[in-house]
């Protein structure tokens, strides 16, 4: 289980984050919502192990976050930044790979197991037809689904995601989010911050709303999503139409 | 999945082809039979002094040069991302030369020999130290601005040294060495850097699974257990280790630590860690080519080496940047 206890972050003299605490476990997929500057990212960078709070606890089924070795760390939870991106022309299959990094020896080649690991992940991720295709020019969709099958090749407890669905169009946000899902329904904890609150009504299990650093609703979609919270959050006036899978949330403009 | 193993048989191949030739070739060409007798009986015939106590020492000086200028350009380019990352970049080179200036300039070069390699050395760690110190916490663009005001401060402190120097004897001598060569070293030199560039080297090739890490930038990198602050560390030490040493040795050469991982680059698979050993070796090749060519070129005095491979390596960098400013939104 993970667990936030009263965590602060202070940046420029700003509370990005303010006393938020929070407590996950596995098979959920929580949905970060809330606007622009809401401490998302940032919520994220800490549960994730990335950003230690300026006070406050974070710890993992007891164990405080920062009593982790990285590399212990790294194998526990996978992390995912919002548009991540690769830097030199290397394959998908190459890409995927370096999801292992902290399983792997310093020097020598990569062991047996890894390699059939590393190929049921890309035919899972439905990325077979461009393992050898270097990365640096796959299209959006493509990219979102080698980086996710890059954090999850490693097998982790965790998945901590900004924004996976930045920029894709209907059909690979769609895909993605379908992903995140089924991972929760294997036992895995999910958390993604996300803008598309149709989506996030639709697939999450859970949604934390954040609004100028701390958390202002929290609970499932059916539960907690209402007009007067989206206009709490974004200022804008909302109709939330259906329930569960047809739900479909609509901001008004303004009279 | 590509592999380098041919790439680095090929290599080897040509070094090794590169290292006879430059036994044989010099103001005096050695037949290829005096070379193997000269080699392998040790005797006292002119050809075989001048085999194994000139040019032996000189061609494995520019092997081992070359090897750790090509190896710190591929492993400061994995580690910044950064395509024009070289040793220069980091104030690494610049530390070296005003660490041996210093040795000259205060005659501590001609009481004794080591002086020079010795304050090279403590000179690359300066400025390293001072870079990593300068660059703490800002990311790779404040490491690499640090190194660039590092560089600056190295060079000022040279010129002020010549503007300075006490007669021009020694202003000659440090104008000299800033030219960088290889002529008249000898196996003391080769003793003296071998084992600081093997620490190096070692150094730096442990680590490329974080390079390879760091292909998904810093934050991916960092999340996937690298500590970043580590691996800097390594990266510069090891780098002011091979470098240094290098640098005092043979005085300032240019651009090998850029060209050598973009020549080889295209024939890997682009991963960091697959760059570094190919990188190293076509240092070697390049380092021991250009040396070759600056005792077979005849324009006058002896084309010096730093020179020459500032002459080869400029058109390079031009082309490189004509291809940024294409690419570039």
């Known amino acids: ?255 | 999945m590509r592999s380098s193993f041919p790439m680095i048989v090929l290599l080897l191949a040509l070094l090794s082809i590169l290292f006879f030739l430059s036994l044989l070739a010099g103001r005096v060409w050695i037949p290829p039979s005096e070379v193997f007798s000269g080699l392998f009986s040790g005797g006292t015939e002119l050809s075989e002094i001048i085999i194994f106590e000139l040019r032996l020492p000189r061609a494995v000086l520019a092997v081992v040069i070359g090897a750790s200028l090509g190896m710190s350009g591929a492993v400061l380019q994995g580690l910044t991302r950064n395509p024009l990352a070289e040793p220069f970049l980091l104030g690494v080179s610049a530390g070296a030369s005003l660490g041996a200036v210093i040795a000259i300039y205060f005659g501590l070069a001609a009481m004794f020999a080591a002086a020079t390699p010795f304050l090279g050395i403590v000179g690359a760690f300066s400025a390293t130290a001072i870079t990593f110190a300068l660059g703490r916490g800002g990311g790779t663009l404040a490491l690499i601005l640090a190194g660039a005001a590092v560089s600056g401060l190295g060079g000022a402190l040279i010129a002020l040294s010549l503007n300075l120097a006490p007669n021009a004897n020694a202003a000659y001598e440090i104008m000299n060495w800033l030219m960088g060569s290889l002529s008249d070293r000898s196996w003391d030199h080769v003793f003296l850097v071998l084992p600081f560039v093997l620490i190096g080297g070692a150094i730096l090739i442990s680590t490329g699974r974080a390079l390879d890490a760091l292909s998904l930038g810093e934050t991916q990198a960092q999340s996937l257990g690298v500590d970043l602050l580590h691996l800097r560390l390594l990266v510069l030490f090891g780098t002011a280790i091979a470098v240094g040493s290098a640098t005092s040795v043979a005085g300032v050469i240019g651009f090998i630590g850029l060209v050598a991982p973009h020549l080889i680059r295209p024939w890997t698979d682009y991963q960091p860690s697959h760059v570094i050993i190919p990188a190293a070796l076509a240092g070697a090749v390049l380092l021991l080519g250009a040396d070759i060519a600056t005792r077979i070129i005849h324009i006058g005095p002896e084309l010096k080496l730093g020179v020459f491979t500032s002459l080869i390596g400029t058109p390079f960098f031009f082309w490189h940047v004509v291809k940024l400013r294409k690419t570039a939104p």
């Open chain 1, 1 to 255: 289980m993970l667990e936030l206890s009263s965590v602060v972050i202070n940046r420029g003299g700003r509370n990005i984050v303010n006393n938020v605490s929070l407590a996950a476990c596995t098979g959920e997929f929580i949905a970060l919502v809330g606007p622009n500057g809401a401490g998302k990212s940032t919520l994220i960078s800490v549960v994730a192990g990335l950003m230690k709070p300026d006070s406050g606890t974070v710890t993992l089924d007891g164990r405080s976050l920062g009593e982790f070795r990285g590399q212990n760390l790294a194998r526990l939870r996978a992390y995912l930044p919002q548009n991540p991106f690769c830097e030199w022309p290397i394959s998908v299959e190459r890409l995927v790979a370096l999801g292992l990094t902290p399983s792997l020896p310093a020097i020598g080649k990569m062991p047996e197991a890894h390699i059939s690991r590393i190929t049921a992940t890309i035919e899972a991720f439905d990325l077979s037809d461009h393992r050898d295709q270097p990365a640096t020019t796959l299209s959006g969709g493509e990219l979102t689904r080698a980086m996710l099958a890059r954090a999850l090749v490693g097998d982790p407890e965790l998945l901590f995601v900004d924004e996976p669905i930045a920029g894709l169009d209907p059909r690979h946000a769609l895909d993605t989010i379908k992903r995140l899902r089924r991972l929760a329904e294997t036992g895995k904890l999910v958390v993604a911050s996300l803008h598309d609150l149709t989506l996030a009504t639709r697939y999450a299990t859970r949604i934390v709303a954040m609004h100028e650093g701390q958390v202002i609703a929290d609970g499932t979609p059916g539960e907690i999503l209402t007009p007067r919270l989206l206009y709490e959050l974004f200022d804008v006036d909302a109709r939330i139409n259906g329930e569960g899978e047809r739900a479909i949330v609509d901001f008004l403009p303004p009279d």
